[in-house]
Antibody
Framework: QVQLQESGPGLVRPSETLSLTCVVS?????????WSWVRQPPGKGLEWIGEIYHSGSTKYNPSLKSRVTITVDKSKNELSLKMSSVTAADTAVYYC????????????????WGQGTLVTVSS | SFELTQPPSVSVALGQTARITCERN??????VHWYQQKPGQAPVLVIY???IRPSEIPERFSGSNSGNTATLTISRAQAGDEADYFCQVWDSSAAVFGGGTKVTVL
């Protein structure tokens, strides 16, 4: 079971870019898994942001696609999220999560989750 | 947009059975996954592919999915089952979560 740990600034100014990283331990980010970001505004539900596969291909939530980029740094064994032009509506706990793939088939449920990191957008 | 409807809250007496629904037209045609989230913690997968339980999840948790309703059932509810529960499916290659149900054990 991989372990995931998110990190990044807890406060971001409106209109700036939010940047988070997720370090993968007890496993390799180059392994046949898929990696994702999910967020949760305070007191609200879960919202999928996007995902990246071990092949490097990505998919994003259509409502966020124009502002989001998910990448992988294999040398650091970490996943990253960049979200541009943030507003107060982007205030949330951001989770990285992962799922397994085997033999080219990916099991599309969120198997492992990080503990999450709170990002507040405020001036 | 694709939405999943869950009741905001469900109450259950200690030791009794709680049922949490997740509704969407023809949801039975999709694989539904369920997550438990306790306050201040990350979600935990409790059911995947409608009715499969990860090995570390108690047998008291079960799932079903047919027609327009998927259901997570918690049998012999315990105080430790108090949490928010979210259903999730994939639609057009995007993950969609239900709004969540807060389960209270009385």
């Amino acid at each position: 079971q991989v372990q995931l740990q998110e990190s990044g600034p807890g406060l971001v100014r409106p209109s700036e870019t939010l940047s988070l990283t997720c370090v993968v331990s007890n496993g390799s980010i180059s392994s046949a898994n898929w990696w994702s970001w999910v967020r949760q505004p305070p007191g609200k539900g879960l919202e999928w942001i996007g995902e990246i596969y071990h092949s490097g291909s990505t998919k994003y939530n259509p409502s966020l696609k124009s502002r989001v980029t998910i990448t992988v740094d294999k040398s650091k064994n970490e996943l990253s999220l960049k979200m541009s032009s943030v507003t107060a509506a982007d205030t949330a706990v951001y989770y990285c999560a992962s799922g397994r793939c085997n033999g080219g088939y990916c099991y599309k449920w969120f198997q492992d989750w990080g503990q999450g990191t709170l990002v507040t957008v405020s001036s | 947009s694709f939405e999943l409807t869950q009741p905001p809250s469900v109450s259950v007496a200690l030791g009794q059975t709680a049922r949490i629904t997740c509704e969407r037209n023809n949801i039975g045609s999709k694989n539904v996954h369920w997550y438990q989230q306790k306050p201040g913690q990350a979600p935990v997968l409790v059911i995947y592919r409608d009715n499969i339980r990860p090995s570390e999840i108690p047998e008291r948790f079960s799932g079903s999915n047919s027609g327009n309703t998927a259901t997570l059932t918690i049998s012999r509810a315990q105080a430790g089952d108090e949490a928010d529960y979210f259903c999730q499916v994939w639609d057009s290659s995007a993950a969609v979560f239900g709004g969540g149900t807060k389960v209270t054990v009385l």
